[in-house]
């Protein structure tokens, strides 16, 4: 008796875990998922109330709350090593559609002309998604500030060629102002757009790609009247500290939070990847931009416009089908890997992609590898060779490897070498201790800008307006 007893329970155990193990491999191998990528406008690394790195009490805000963005981080994994393309948002939106760093694409700063870059012809998220599966429905909402226009890139249905000023910003010393209004950042706006698209995508059954640029947290500062009242009496932090600022963030993650909803109403989280992630980092301080000691983005250096780690290190947060909840990873990825990521979670890991920096980052969502992303050159770089007067006012580029990060100047060809795992605030230049790792990575860099043909700096020359072939200057 005792025998058959056993061999019941054993039975009953093989059985469970055979479904258990088909039930997750029914979610890893789903082909063709649909894809929500949010992007949001200048959301610092600790921008929000998620800890983006588990020993690193500064990774989330001191005053912020979002609290759709905290449930998004239980049912999926937290990047603590996420980049974007650049530190400024043109260059950035351009790296993350076509998976090509701003030095590749000669897009290195805002304002600059376009003409140079074959917006038709190279493979955008959209185009690749199309050519695995022509049925896949795609849109973007919000800010594109690029050139050319979204349905160029294969979009169906968009806003448009929008810009920050579509997002109601006005270059003036008062965008640092809060100012209450019923939609701020055309957030809301924006999400019932998004809503009434996966609505009719999945009532037809047709897997999609959604793209939410939202404007917000890039000034002018603008939140409803309730989320300021909430907040401005609350005790501020020891970073942040604007209550404008705050109650914008606060209506971001409520937009979020409507569109979690509305994903779960419609029974589509089992095939979806939500990912969320910033196009650069925070801006130093508010109001002004200016300060730099203790900046909104502490313990990380300096902000926005530099590629020093406040100006590009990101939240970044995935979550769907096979992603291990409430999981955390420090392997280093960029905004360049998300177009090979979503090709292989597409159900195409095959795909040839020509002249990308990026690798597929898929692996280790799927708790299939857990050391490194395979990219074409072994590195994430940054590229930034113009003075901009308000940040570093030097041009630099930059490159991390492994727990290394290099920055170099032009100017000068001066370098700096930072630990990252041990030195996060970029303190300690470990340039001469290490020269061979500071030789290693100097060449790793030099040899990436020559054979990228990247935009070369010259004093007086601001990359800005002038068609590149008219300019004429690269490595």
């Known amino acids: 008796m005792?025998?058959?007893?056993?061999?019941v329970v054993l039975a009953t155990l093989f059985l469970s875990c055979n479904i258990a193990d088909q039930s997750t491999d029914k979610a890893i191998q789903i082909k063709h998922p649909n894809f929500i990528f949010i992007l949001t406008d200048d959301q610092g690394w600790n921008g929000t109330s998620v800890q983006m790195k588990h020993n690193e009490p500064g990774s989330k805000s001191d005053y912020y709350e979002t609290p759709n963005l905290e449930l998004l981080a239980e049912k999926g994994i937290r990047f603590s090593d996420a980049y974007s393309g650049a530190p400024v948002c043109a260059p950035s939106r351009y790296s993350i559609q076509f998976g090509k760093t701003p030095a590749r694409l000669s897009m290195i700063r805002v304002g600059m002309n376009t003409d140079h870059i074959d917006h038709e012809s190279f493979t955008s998220i959209p185009k690749a998604l199309k050519q695995i599966n022509n049925k896949y429905r795609t849109a973007h909402f919000g800010k594109w500030g690029m050139g050319s226009n979204p349905a160029v890139l294969g979009y169906d249905i968009s806003d448009?060629?929008?810009?920050?000023?579509d997002g109601h910003f006005i270059n003036h010393k008062t965008q640092w102002n809060h100012t209450p209004v019923d939609d701020p950042k055309n957030i809301f706006s924006l999400t019932e757009r998004a809503i009434g698209f996966m609505q009719s995508a999945t009532q037809e059954n047709e897997p999609f790609y959604l793209q939410i640029s939202h404007y917000a947290v890039h000034a002018n500062i603008e939140s409803k009247e309730s989320s300021y009242a909430r907040l401005k009496n609350k005790p501020k932090g020891a970073q942040q500290k604007d209550a404008g600022f705050a109650a914008m963030t606060l209506d971001l993650?409520?937009?979020?939070?409507?569109?979690?909803?509305?994903?779960?109403?419609?029974?589509?989280e089992d095939n979806t990847y939500i990912?969320?992630?910033?196009?650069?980092?925070s801006v130093p301080n508010i109001p002004g931009a200016k300060k730099y000691e203790k900046s909104y983005n502490?313990?990380?250096?300096?902000?926005?416009?530099?590629?020093?780690?406040?100006g590009v290190r990101v939240p970044l947060i995935v979550a769907g089908p096979g992603i291990k909840k409430g999981s955390e990873s420090a392997i280093p990825v960029s905004g360049v890997d998300l177009l090979p990521t979503i090709i292989e979670l597409?159900?195409?890991?095959?795909?040839?992609?020509?002249?990308v920096d990026g690798g597929s980052f898929a692996p280790?969502?799927?708790?299939?590898n857990d050391e490194n992303v395979d990219r074409p050159v072994d590195g994430?770089?940054?590229?930034?060779?113009?003075?901009?007067?308000i940040a570093l006012k030097r041009p630099h580029s930059a490159v991390r490897k492994g727990d290394y990060k290099l920055v170099k100047f032009q100017d000068d060809q001066s370098i700096l070498l930072f630990n990252l795992e041990e030195d996060i605030m970029e303190q300690t230049n470990l340039a001469l201790q290490y020269p061979d790792k500071a030789m290693e990575l100097e060449k790793i860099l030099d040899d990436y800008l020559v054979e990228v043909h990247a935009p070369k700096w010259q004093e007086g020359i601001t990359w800005k307006t002038m068609p590149l072939k008219e300019i004429n200057s690269n490595y």
């Open 380 to 389: 994430i770089f940054f590229h930034v060779p113009y003075r901009n007067g």
């Open 2 to 7: 005792q025998k058959v007893f056993y061999s």
């Open 275 to 281: 990912i969320y992630m910033s196009d650069n980092g």
């Open 364 to 368: 280790i969502l799927l708790q299939k």
């Open 298 to 310: 502490y313990p990380l250096n300096r902000g926005k416009w530099d590629a020093l780690e406040g």
């Open 253 to 268: 993650d409520e937009g979020l939070g409507i569109l979690l909803k509305k994903i779960k109403e419609l029974g589509i």
């Open 346 to 355: 597409a159900g195409n890991n095959k795909k040839s992609l020509t002249e």
């Open 160 to 165: 448009g060629a929008t810009k920050n000023k």
